[in-house]
């Protein structure tokens, strides 16, 4: 987990950084791009994606026919055989053809940033948490009240779930002289049981002092 945590992050910059490419290449193609009027002529079905590509056939003013395969696609198609589409071609190289239409033009850019948004945010997220909470830890550690609390017992926490595995958490119960009030404790999470290595009956907790919710 404390691994995983940088990787999501590390995935999240790489697919942003890939949208900021092709973002900035569909810019430029679209600065440079002649527009031509074209026609689907057939719908290409991807064996990967189960998605139709439409097929597009179209002139240009040198009367040269060009054919292309959209880069994208959808279930059910966006459009039918036959149907007339705006065309986008670079001069130099008509080969190199987009309909014109905002996903074909930026939905590689904009479904590839909102992954590394998300991935991002997941990583940066739990980096951020960790970290608080490593600072909390640190400052109970130093400034909080040493109270010894009573051992209960180890318990899976079925609210998390890894690979089909669920963490441990160790319970403690501590009764407030001052108050009465009692008082349960739970551990981090543990990916073992601590069972066999907990010898004592007492273990020790760090709690703000007159707010034993933070410990």
């Known amino acids: 987990m404390r691994v995983l945590k940088y990787v999501v992050a590390l995935i999240g910059i790489g697919m942003l950084t890939g949208a900021f490419f092709i973002y900035r290449n569909t810019v430029a193609f679209t600065a440079s791009a002649a527009k031509a009027e074209g ?13 139709y590509r439409p097929v597009v056939r179209f002139a240009t003013p040198r009367g040269q026919t060009i054919e292309f395969v959209s880069s994208s696609g959808s279930n059910p198609p966006s459009y039918a055989r ?98 009465s009030e009692v008082h349960v404790f739970t551990s981090d999470d543990l990916w073992f049981d601590p069972t066999n290595h907990i010898k004592t009956k007492t273990i020790t907790v760090f709690i703000e002092r007159g707010n034993p919710k933070k410990y």
């Open 39 to 51: 026609t689907v002529i057939d719908l290409q079905r991807s064996r990967s994606s189960d998605a």
């Open 82 to 179: 036959g149907e007339r589409v705006d065309v986008l071609y670079q001069p130099d190289d008509p080969n190199h053809a987009k309909i014109n239409g905002w996903f074909s033009l930026w939905g590689g850019a904009t479904i590839l940033g909102g992954m590394g948004l998300l991935f991002f945010a997941i990583g940066a997220g739990i980096i951020v948490a960790g970290n608080r909470k490593g600072r909390q830890t640190e400052y109970l550690r130093a400034h909080g009240v040493r109270i010894e609390t009573q051992y209960q017992n180890v318990e899976r926490n079925t609210a998390l779930s890894v690979n089909g595995r669920h963490p441990f958490r160790v319970l403690t119960q501590w009764q407030n002289p001052a108050t």
